[in-house]
């Protein structure tokens, strides 16, 4: 008798174990898998579970319609993780239709694509590779002598990593449209040709325009100082430091790498990336980008709207948490792609979504943060 109770107990035991498993794997401890992160709890982290638990309620429900995924890293620690099936796109394919998302899966991230293009420009810099930030980008591309007059003679690669090179170029209408000024970039038999072709309307330095010709210039400016292709270079430097072994890169057909929104990435490796700009450059140890660059490129450049603003290649996003301005450095990409790198909370948060090319949506993902994740911190 005294076994079969004992037998009882551990099959309970096991039984309740494995639902414990299932429920926590579920909703919020990430698995622990890989040695690329420590791992932790909420709780233990000092945030409220059950504030962000109403997140994922809030997705499961359709309030935040079409979620991928879902990343909290807290100091230095990942404590939340949870993926989401959703309708899904691949640049250069279109629509996909219904995807499972999961630790392994490779996602668009779009425009986030050229935070990591600015980071490797502030390496390339540091290696010697390129003069200086203040460099003239004709200095590059003599062979496109023709188009250098004016201001745009004067573009330097700080002006490119701010966008503030006063050039024509509209990316305020959608991606979907065939006019938009990167669609158009995309298409073109030469990218920089067609960049650097464009009318320039403004005094460089004084007005902030999305562009990325400025980004797709940039890549051209690494490949011409260094003979890399943006792809190796970004490889060579930034990814296999930081342990990034799973990734695409779409090309043009020209087979060159779209520098402003070709990356396809794991949500885990955007987490790795949002760590090193956590930690001004360093990573495990490691000074990936120099410290100096690194906080640099963070700080206000250009205040694109009121609570809005630009670094190199990164934006500065200014809200009010519990009646506090919180300031996170934002790299976002179309469709929801989300990294929120927050040094007051010490926190990174990845978000990836199949909101690609909507406009007019009365919420957006940055709102699963604002309202859900921030407010959840108790200590």
């Not at 490779?106 to 390339?124: C, E, M, N, P, W």
């Not at 003599?142 to 701010?162: N, Q, R, Y």
């Not at 790299?331 to 040094?343: E, L, R, S, T």
Request: glycine share 8%.
């Amino acid at each position: 008798m005294i076994y079969l109770k004992i037998f009882l107990f551990l099959l309970f035991a096991f039984s309740f174990k494995s639902l414990a498993q299932k429920y926590y794997s579920n909703n919020s401890v990430p698995v622990e898998s890989g040695k690329d992160f420590t791992f932790s709890t909420l709780s233990e982290q000092g945030l409220d579970e059950e504030m962000v638990m109403s997140a994922v309620d809030s997705i499961n429900n359709g309030v935040y319609s079409n979620i991928h995924s879902l990343l909290i890293l807290k100091n230095n620690r990942l404590v939340f993780e949870k993926y989401f099936d959703g309708e899904d796109a691949i640049i250069g394919i279109g629509w996909v239709g219904v995807r499972q998302h999961d630790i392994d899966s490779l996602h668009d991230i779009r425009s986030v694509t050229k935070s990591i293009v600015g980071a490797a420009v502030l390496i390339a810099v540091a290696n010697g590779q390129i003069e200086s930030l203040d460099e003239p980008i004709y200095n590059y591309f003599p062979e496109f002598e023709k188009f250098k007059s004016g201001f745009k003679g004067e573009i330097t690669i700080k002006h490119l990593l701010t966008m503030s090179d006063g050039l024509e170029w509209d990316e305020n209408i959608s991606y979907a449209d065939t006019t938009n000024s990167e669609r158009r970039l995309n298409n073109s038999e030469d990218a920089i040709e067609y960049y650097l072709s464009r009318q320039s309307l403004h005094k460089l330095g004084t007005v902030f325009n999305y562009s990325g010709g400025c980004t797709q210039t940039l890549a051209a400016i690494i490949k011409k100082s260094g003979g890399l292709e943006i792809d190796e270079f970004v490889n060579q430097n930034i990814f296999q430091p930081l342990g990034i072994t799973t990734f695409e890169w779409v090309k043009r057909k020209d087979g060159i790498p779209i520098a402003a929104s070709g990356l396809r990435m794991r949500s885990r490796d955007l987490l790795k990336f949002g760590l090193l700009y956590l930690n001004n450059g360093n990573y495990n140890g490691v000074q990936i980008i120099p410290e100096l660059s690194a906080m640099e490129a963070q700080n206000l450049q250009f205040q694109a709207e009121p609570d809005y603003g630009y670094g190199f290649q990164i934006w500065i996003a200014t809200d009010v948490i519990n009646g506090e301005p919180v300031t996170s450095v934002e790299a976002n990409g179309n469709g929801g792609q989300v990294i929120a790198i927050n040094k007051k909370y010490n926190m990174v948060i990845v978000i990836t979504a199949g909101h690609y090319n909507k406009r007019d949506m009365n919420w957006w993902p940055s709102d699963i943060y604002l309202k859900h994740i921030y407010p959840a911190i108790v200590k």
